[in-house]
């Protein structure tokens, strides 16, 4: 198998645990690091990605942060685009009227308005602390800042959660992109952009997308799967990125990127 490229996602794919990587992907990375560039491709934020590279030995490598709306080579932004502060605000009525609470990411910032089970678990999985404070201020400065935000994270329940779902793929699914990534949470980021349209943009003159072998697990790794040289889906993958993939690896949780890359990438 010959690629210069290795991509995966983090979260229930190349994490064997929900906050790190194992000793045994670590030493599969190490082995192969100087042959293919390997890229971390998340939506989560940067500095809740940073330290995984760190522990990988890969810090020269690009990071695909927010799922392709920041992208970031070292202290350099190489990309970045905004969900606009209209459609934020919008969101947030939207979802008040509902008492669904928001996470808002912009670059390094991460707000919320109140703690949570969810938002401890985040703290736990990421390593990363967000700011507590009203929406309402939060789109405020924001809007002074001329900032915007690179994701939005919907926190409910199944049920208001059900409830708010259409409403926002009604009003805003031909410019942002929406999904749920449990019955309780909704991800929403820029519709132009995505974790393909990224590692599209950090591919070399000699490179192609053919050179690509990917990894993944969620909705969001679909498009990346489908269009590079080989997409792999871990076994815990939903169904329809199973059904998609090129081939299959064991689950995150039994080290499959690992394997996977044990098996086929002999240097």
């Keep these: 198998m010959d690629f210069k490229i290795l991509c995966s996602d983090l979260d229930g794919t190349l994490l064997t645990y929900k906050d790190n990587v194992s000793d045994f992907t670590i030493s599969e990375i190490k082995r192969i690091k100087e042959h293919l560039r390997i890229i971390l491709v998340s939506a989560r934020m940067p500095q809740s990605m940073t330290y995984i590279q760190e522990n990988l030995g890969i810090e020269n490598e690009p990071i695909i942060c927010y799922n392709g ?5 070292g ?3 190489l990309f970045s685009t905004f969900i606009n502060m209209p459609q934020i605000a919008s969101i947030y009525d939207m979802a008040d ?5 928001l996470g808002l990411y912009s670059k390094m910032e991460w707000y919320v308005e109140i703690d949570s089970e969810r938002v401890q678990k ?3 999985y990421t390593k990363t602390l967000p700011t507590y404070r009203d929406t309402k201020d939060t789109i405020e400065d924001w809007t002074d800042r001329k900032m915007g935000a690179h994701k ?4 409910g329940n199944k049920e208001n959660t059900d409830v708010i779902f259409p409403i926002l793929f009604k009003n805003f699914s031909q410019t942002l ?3 749920r990534s449990n019955d309780t949470l909704i991800e929403i980021a820029p519709k132009s952009v995505s974790k ?5 943009l950090l591919l ?3 490179e192609s997308l053919n050179d690509v072998i990917a990894f993944g697990d969620n909705y969001n790794d679909i498009e990346m799967l489908q269009n590079v040289g080989r997409g792999i889906a871990v076994a815990n993958a939903r169904d329809e990125v199973k059904q998609i993939a090129s081939d299959l690896a064991l689950k995150n949780s039994e080290d499959g990127v690992a394997h996977y890359i044990k098996q086929h990438i002999l240097i």
């Design 69 to 73: 709306a920041l992208v970031l080579h």
């Design 196 to 200: 393909l349209t990224a590692i599209k």
């Design 122 to 124: 985040e703290i736990k």
């Design 152 to 155: 939005i994270m919907l926190m």
């Design 204 to 206: 070399q003159d000699h």
């Design 75 to 77: 202290a350099k932004e």
């Design 177 to 179: 992109n929406l999904y």
């Design 97 to 101: 009227k509902v008492e669904i609470k």
